[in-house]
């Protein structure tokens, strides 16, 4: 049964692209007038809406909860400042993908290239913004799940530094690293909505360093590094000193290995007891890594957790208040949608994390912008600033723009 909520005008938007929850769809009116009035969006099937029940993209999920009393505080964030909730969006199951594939519920359609994929896990959030049905969509961040899918879509996406964007309302999944992020059809649209989404004042930031993360550059095919150099080239213009830096004198595979054991403890620690509860079926792929966070060990969490302090003091150090590091935002353009699960979801989606997990790792905030082309495809550029200069990425989008 389709779930109206507390909405107005329940009729699901014309979605060709497979965009939008079908069995919970709810909208919401503005509640109040601000810097975005007038404008739309959508929220990720993680998020609470008032009157409606949380899917999680998983259908034994939905069954087993009950509606939401009160909106997530993001939802509640842009409704109060004069935009419209069109939808909820599809997500990848319990948001533990990165592909944008979802087999109960299907998979977006990548506006850009509707032969491949549009990635995840907020991958109904990210086609939505891409084709034109919303202005801006609300999506989640753990591993990628706003930056990855913007570099495969060519929008603006960005995570903000971790905690700087309340989660209540919003499902748990790996605290450490959960953070509410989001897409805009624009940069400058992408800023007004986090000046409505992101807590506290802007930090005063007096410009520094551009640097670049040379061994994140290594890892890519060589023919992704030629197509981002103009874009480079279009950053450096905004900094008085460029740098090349190495990011991790372990190699960036050993900050990946650290950050998913880590997420995988977390996520088990936050769905375990339901899975254990309810058995649900899972889809290939989230199936396998579901049995993986299961088996984790206190003694792997313990290290990992370790690791990551000396990983957090070395960011610190490297990326000064001011300097921004640049990097690709993925490996590749968007794979097939023909391209194996084994492929997509083990191989493609840890070569993604090497580079994603920096900021993951350090809490900071990353932008992809769609500052690059592969054969027509998309491809994003991503920086990364310190903790809590998220607007001064926002403001560099615009500059950029």
């Not at 984790?296 to 208040?321: F, G, M, S």
């Amino acid at each position: 049964m389709t779930d109206h909520g507390n909405d107005v005008g329940w009729q699901i938007p014309n979605d060709p692209f497979g965009a939008f929850c079908r069995d919970n769809h709810t909208t919401a009116a503005a509640t109040g007038s601000g810097a975005i009035d007038g404008l739309t969006f959508a929220a990720k099937d993680v998020m609470d809406i008032a009157g409606s029940t949380t899917g999680f993209g998983q259908p034994t999920w939905l069954a087993t909860h009950q509606p939401a009393t009160a909106h997530a505080e993001p939802v509640a964030r842009l409704l109060a400042a004069g935009a419209s909730l069109v939808g909820r969006t599809v997500s990848d199951e319990l948001s533990y993908s990165l592909s944008g594939e979802n087999i109960h519920y299907g998979t977006p359609v990548n506006p850009a290239a509707p032969d491949r994929i549009a990635g995840g896990s907020s991958s109904g959030s990210v086609c939505a913004v891409a084709a034109g049905l919303v202005d801006i969509a609300i999506g989640t961040d753990c591993a990628g799940s706003v930056r990855l899918p913007a570099s495969y879509c060519g929008v603006p996406g960005m995570r903000p530094t971790h905690a700087g964007v309340s989660t209540q309302g919003v499902n748990p999944f790996a605290p450490s690293f959960d953070t509410v992020g989001w897409f805009a059809k624009n940069p400058s649209v992408l800023r007004l909505a986090g000046i409505e989404l992101l807590d506290g004042d802007p930090l005063p930031v007096t410009p520094g360093r551009l640097l670049i993360a040379t061994d994140a550059f290594t890892l890519v095919d060589p023919l992704i590094s030629r197509a981002l150099k103009p874009a480079i080239a279009r950053v450096e213009k905004h900094f008085s000193a460029t740098e090349g830096v190495i990011v991790s004198d372990t190699g960036l595979d050993s900050w990946m290995e650290c950050f998913r054991t880590i997420q995988a403890a977390e996520i088990w620690q936050s769905l375990g007891p339901w899975i254990e509860s309810e058995k649900p079926q899972f889809g290939p792929g989230i199936d396998e890594r579901i049995d993986w966070a299961r088996q984790v060990t206190e003694r792997q969490v313990a290290d990992a957790r370790q690791r990551r302090k000396v990983i957090v003091d070395h960011l610190r150090r490297l990326l000064r208040p001011g300097d921004v590091l640049c990097l690709p935002t993925s490996p590749r353009v968007a794979p097939k949608t023909v391209t194996p699960v084994s492929a997509v979801e083990v191989t493609f989606r840890y070569q993604a994390i090497c580079l994603l997990s920096i900021a993951g790792l350090g809490g900071m905030p990353e932008i992809s912008m769609p500052l690059a082309t592969v054969d027509g495809l998309p491809l994003g550029l991503s920086l990364v600033a310190s903790e809590g200069a998220d607007h001064q990425l926002l403001d560099l989008a615009c500059e950029l723009a």
